[in-house]
Every structure is written in structure tokens, then in C-alpha cells.
């Protein structure tokens, strides 16, 4: 479990110290890595992903997955932005976040009241939700004429971020509801047999993720002023390497929230790095493909 | 009716039926309109790729790095084409690299164990930047030399990608059901670690199937350019999803142990009848309407799947009374 042991090395420590190692090579050799601007860059390329990757760790924790979240942050910016757009602004946010509870909800009642394995719902709800996000806003981008333009200024996109870690890693950390997920996760029967509702807690787990898309949603209309209904096709896969790069298991019952930050951490200075070093931007995506590898060969060799 | 509720290919049957019938009867032109041969010739890339996905799925991987590969293999077809290479070494080349990048996923996901998800997550990532790499700064196209397009055209005639997916699925069929890779690729499926006690050898099994699937992706690859006489370098895109899409809806079940390539190409053919059936229709939207139907069909065959096994065993419990 994710019991902190002082006596044992923590399984993050290895990615955590490629991200230092990364992060000081950029720093000597290029002086604006640690600039404010970029800085702020950064924060604001973590936003959206990191905020959907701290639900995914959860699911994954469970044993599950979630392919449909960029469908669902989508489909809820476009729900709340066309009420942004019209000036209600409470009211916009509360149909952002509720679009993707309401989402949540339907991954999670598939999986549990209908018991299709995970993957399998979320590729049939990934299809449902992104047509239907395309044909609710008819292929237009809705513009939030800087009414939530708070939510993208300066360092704010990347403080909500941090805030959504923090409250994960006290929820999955600290919490009985945490320890339950992890339970379900290592063994869904026993922990069932221990008394645990598993249904409940995957419920709990896929309406927290499809929340946390909403605020996502609410995140990157802020930072961009619009929305558009393919914006963010990559964001699931991102999450999804993300969450991998931090060393939980995708078979479930192992990893932490503090693991997916590395994560995502590792990913944004590796595009940053990538633009500041002039390297070529065909090659990004070759060099994120082989650090998801990388990351898993070591927790392998970790584990042995 | 028991003995319809044994057949795993049932539910894709009733779809295809079904279609079959409301298209027919719904759609004017559904059945002689000009063009069916056109629309049935783009699905012969689906259907190769469904084959190896069978394989996989059947054996309780995943492979979400086809439609990279692919991509990967068509530049690559490309690149060799346009620089004057032979059609047949182009080939080659294409189909080497498929299984190499095949093999690869094999290798991390047998001999180092990691999760299929993670490595053909990760190959999807690279096989597509390595696309992007080779065929240069900025371009996203090249188009075969006219000369070498026009014995493209003759080698993959008309009929050419159905005949050569219909090979591939015939030979799919012929491995899953006739031979001991087949039987393996179950066992390994329904259960690894009885299988490695039984004698087989786990990790061989599942090197071969990801480098055959590495291989018909590379074929598709070539299916794909020789279609358009261009190969692109988003060729390919989001197939993975089509091909396992196809795959659950025919029938094979996502936990592994249980494969049917013929239930894998009726999924491909419901599929391709939906497309061409809304498209007749004359929607506006259409990729939309696709998509919210391919989701609706997923889940429900999926659900369906389950109430027959659900009757399948209280059947089988009937009988033991």
C-alpha cells in the first residue's frame, strides 16, 4: 500500500531524481528554463492533463481505466462555455462540473450495474460523448469572452493544479475512501469479503474523475478564451503516460497520487526541454513513447 | 435457441442481420448505388488489422499501436517509392518494418514483462513521431511517382485489398482454430500461468503474435497507400479503436481465452455497413452520427455477450439438474 516506510527507499525516488537531474541539465545549459515566462509556460501546459491525471491514478489504482476523459472534459466545456458565453458565469461553471459528473456517472454505472470491464465502456462512452460534444456544438468553438479569463491568468492554472493534487493525495493517502480504492484494486474479492462495496467505490472513483475533467475543462477554457470540440484529443493518452511514468501499476492496487505529479512533471519539461533545446518537435512524441518504456523498465528492476 | 445462445458470433450475426435489413429496406441504393465496391475496399485495412487483434485479445493483450504502425509503414512505403525503390522491395521494406516495431512490442511485452498497455501505448507515441521524422520537416504526404502508381494500381486492382483481407482472414481463422499457436494463444489467454505449468511456452507465444499483428499492420500500410496512391502520415489514425472495437463487437472476449476471427470480420462488416448505410442517408455530420452509433453498439453487443453467457451457464446448470 502507499504507507510511507522511512526504512525503505521510496519507489518514486528514481523518476523523482531523473526529474531533478532533467530539470538542473536544462537549467545550466539554458538560461530562460528558469525564467517566470517559461515558468508560467509550463505551469500552464500541466494544467489540463495534470488535473485529469490525479482521477485517472485512482481508477487505474482500481484496476480500471478511463479512455473517454478528454471526451468527457470536451463535451463539458462546451455544455458550461455556451452559458459563459451568454454572461452566466455561476451558472456555466455548475453545468461544466456537473456535465462531467453526470459522465462520470455513466462510466461508472456501465461498469458497475452493467459489470462491462472498464476499457470497454469508456471506448463505447469515448465514442458517445465525443459525437455528441461535436454535435452540441455543431463543430463551432465557443468563445468564454474573458469571463473565467481568472481561471488562466499568471500562475493560477497551476496553483488549482497543485490544490487538486494535494486534495487526491489527502484523499487516497489519509482517507478510509482511499484505502478502500487500493484495496479493491489489489483484490476486488477479498476486499469485498472484508465488507467493502466495491460498486460503491468505483462509483465514487468515476464521478471524482469525470469532476475533475469539468474543472480541467473550466482550467483550459480559461487559459485559451475558447473551446473547440477536438481540442484535446491527446490529453487521454497523456493522462494515461502520465499516471505510468509515476509508477502506478496498471494491473491496480499500487501507485500514488505524489508519483502521477512526478509524472506529469516529467512530461512537461521534457516538451518544454524538447522547444528550448531547438529539438526538432517531430521528435517529441518518439521521445515521450520511449520514456514511458523507460519508466517501466525501472519499476520492473525495482521491484526485482 | 440453446444452441444459438452456444455460438459466441451470434450477437455480431443478429447485428449484421439487422443492419442488414433496415439498411436495405430504408435506404434506397443501400445495395446497388454506385460506389459499394469503393465503400466495402476501404474496410480491407480494418479487417487485416482485426485479424492480429483477434490474436492478441484472445491471448489477454492489447495492441493500441496498429494504427501507428501502420502510419509508419505507409511513409515508409512512401519514402522508398518516391526514392525509385522496386514496388516489391518497397514492400518489403514496409512489411519488415511492421514487424519489427511487432516484434518490439513482443520483446518488452514477453521477455521483460511489462504491460501490453504501457509498451503499445508507448510504441503508438514513437511508431507515429518516427512517421512524422522520416518523411521529413513539414510534410504530411507523398504522393507515389505516377509510373509507380500505376503498377500500384494494377497489383492492388479492384478487388485486390478484399482478396488479400479475406487471405489474411482466412489465415487468421486457419491459425487461431487448426494450429497448436492458435491453441496456446487461447490458453495463454484464459489462463498464463496454467498455461507456463502445461508446458507452453508463454513468452514465445506472445513474441509471435505481436509480430504477426506488427507484420498485417505493416500490410495495411501498404493496403492503405496503394487505396489513395499517397501515403500520409496520419494514415492510420485512431484504427486501433476501430479494430478493437470491431473485434468486441464480433464477439471475442476482452479478458482473453475466447477468440473468433470470423465473429472479428463480421464486426468489420457490421461496421462498414453502418458507414455506408448513414452515409447514403444523406446525414450531415456523419463521422458524428458513426461514432455515437459505434459507441451504442459496442456497449450494447457487449451487454448482450453477457446475458448470453449469464443464460449459458443457467442452461448448463438446468441440465446438470
Redesign the interface.
Known amino acids: 500500500m502507499n504507507k510511507i516506510c522511512t526504512n525503505k527507499i521510496p519507489k518514486e525516488l528514481p523518476i523523482l531524481l531523473f526529474l531533478v537531474a532533467m530539470c538542473a541539465a536544462l537549467a545550466v545549459t539554458k538560461s530562460t528554463f528558469l525564467s517566470a515566462d517559461n515558468l508560467r509556460a509550463m505551469g500552464t501546459d500541466a494544467a489540463g492533463i495534470g488535473i485529469i491525471a490525479v482521477g485517472m491514478t485512482a481508477i487505474i489504482i482500481t484496476g480500471g481505466i478511463d479512455l473517454s476523459v478528454a471526451a468527457v472534459l470536451a463535451l463539458s466545456a462546451l455544455v458550461g462555455g455556451r452559458l459563459i458565453s451568454d454572461g452566466m458565469v455561476i451558472q456555466g461553471c455548475a453545468a461544466t462540473l456537473l456535465t462531467g459528473i453526470g459522465c462520470g456517472a455513466l462510466n461508472g454505472g456501465l461498469i458497475t450495474i452493467g459489470r462491462m470491464p472498464p476499457i470497454i465502456a469508456t471506448l463505447g462512452t469515448l465514442y458517445i460523448i465525443q459525437s455528441t460534444a461535436t454535435l452540441y456544438s455543431g463543430g463551432q468553438a465557443i468563445y468564454t469572452n474573458g469571463h473565467i479569463a481568472l481561471l488562466g491568468r499568471g500562475f493560477i492554472p497551476l496553483m488549482i493544479t497543485v490544490l487538486v493534487f494535494g486534495a487526491g493525495y489527502v484523499l487516497m493517502g489519509f482517507t478510509k475512501l482511499g484505502r478502500y480504492v487500493y484495496a479493491i484494486g489489489g483484490n476486488e474479492e477479498s476486499a469485498r469479503l472484508a465488507g467493502i462495496n466495491p460498486a460503491h467505490i468505483k462509483m465514487a472513483v468515476y464521478v471524482s474523475a469525470g469532476l475533475l475533467a469539468g474543472v480541467a475543462a473550466l482550467v483550459t477554457m480559461g487559459i485559451n478564451n475558447t473551446f473547440q470540440a477536438n481540442d484535446v484529443p491527446d490529453y487521454m493518452l497523456g493522462a494515461i503516460a502520465a499516471v505510468v511514468i509515476g509508477g502506478t501499476s496498471i494491473m491496480g492496487g499500487e501507485g500514488s497520487v505524489r508519483g502521477t505529479m512526478i509524472g506529469v512533471g516529467i512530461s512537461t519539461v521534457l516538451r518544454n526541454g524538447a522547444i528550448l533545446v531547438g529539438l526538432d518537435a517531430r521528435w517529441t512524441q518518439a521521445v515521450i513513447g520511449a520514456a514511458i518504456v523507460i519508466a517501466a523498465i525501472a519499476d520492473r528492476l525495482r521491484r526485482r | 435457441m440453446r444452441r444459438l445462445i452456444a455460438i459466441k458470433e451470434s450477437p455480431v450475426l443478429v447485428l449484421c442481420v439487422g443492419l442488414f435489413i433496415c439498411f436495405a429496406i430504408y435506404v434506397p441504393n443501400f445495395l446497388d448505388g454506385p460506389g459499394i465496391l469503393d465503400d466495402v475496399k476501404q474496410y480491407a485495412s480494418y479487417a487485416i488489422l482485426a485479424v492480429g487483434m483477434t490474436l492478441i485479445i484472445g491471448s489477454a493483450g ?1 495492441d493500441i499501436s496498429v494504427g501507428s504502425v501502420l502510419g509508419f509503414s505507409t511513409v515508409l512505403f512512401g519514402c522508398a517509392m518516391a526514392r525509385g525503390m522496386g514496388l516489391m522491395s518497397a514492400c518489403l521494406a514496409a512489411l519488415i518494418a511492421g514487424s519489427v516495431w511487432g516484434m518490439l512490442n513482443g520483446f ?1 511485452i514477453a521477455r ?4 501490453p ?3 503499445t ?10 512517421a ?2 522520416i518523411a521529413g ?1 513539414g510534410v504530411s504526404s507523398i504522393p507515389l511517382p505516377a509510373e509507380a502508381a500505376g503498377r500500384v494500381n494494377l497489383t492492388y486492382g479492384s478487388y485486390s485489398p478484399l482478396i488479400l483481407a479475406l487471405v489474411v482472414a482466412v489465415g487468421g481463422w486457419l491459425v487461431l482454430v487448426k494450429t497448436p499457436l492458435g491453441r496456446y494463444i487461447l490458453a495463454v489467454g484464459s489462463n498464463e500461468e496454467a498455461a507456463r505449468f502445461s508446458g507452453i511456452d508463454v513468452a514465445k507465444t506472445k513474441l509471435w503474435i505481436y509480430s504477426i499483428t506488427g507484420f498485417l499492420a505493416g500490410l495495411a500500410g501498404i493496403v492503405t497507400a496503394g487505396m489513395m496512391n499517397t501515403s500520409i502520415t496520419d494514415a492510420g489514425l485512431g484504427y486501433e ?1 476501430e479494430a ?2 470491431a473485434v ?1 463487437i464480433g464477439g471475442t472476449s ?2 482473453g481465452g475466447e477468440a473468433t476471427v470470423v465473429g472479428s470480420i463480421l464486426g468489420v462488416v457490421a461496421v462498414s455497413m453502418l458507414n455506408r448505410g448513414l452515409g447514403l442517408m444523406g446525414i450531415n ?1 456523419l ?6 452509433c ?3 453498439i ?2 450494447s453487443s ?2 448482450l455477450d ?1 446475458l448470453r453467457k449469464r443464460a449459458m451457464s443457467k442452461s448448463a446448470k438446468a441440465q446438470a439438474v
Request: aromatic residues 10%; proline residues 0%.
Open positions: 492489447i518488452f521483460l514483462k511489462l504491460q498497455i504501457v509498451v501505448l508507448s510504441s503508438m507515441a514513437a511508431a507515429r513521431g518516427m512524422y521524422v520537416q479503436f478493437i472495437t468486441l476482452i479478458s455530420d463521422e458524428l452520427w458513426r461514432m455515437l459505434l459507441g451504442v459496442l456497449i457487449v451487454l453477457q
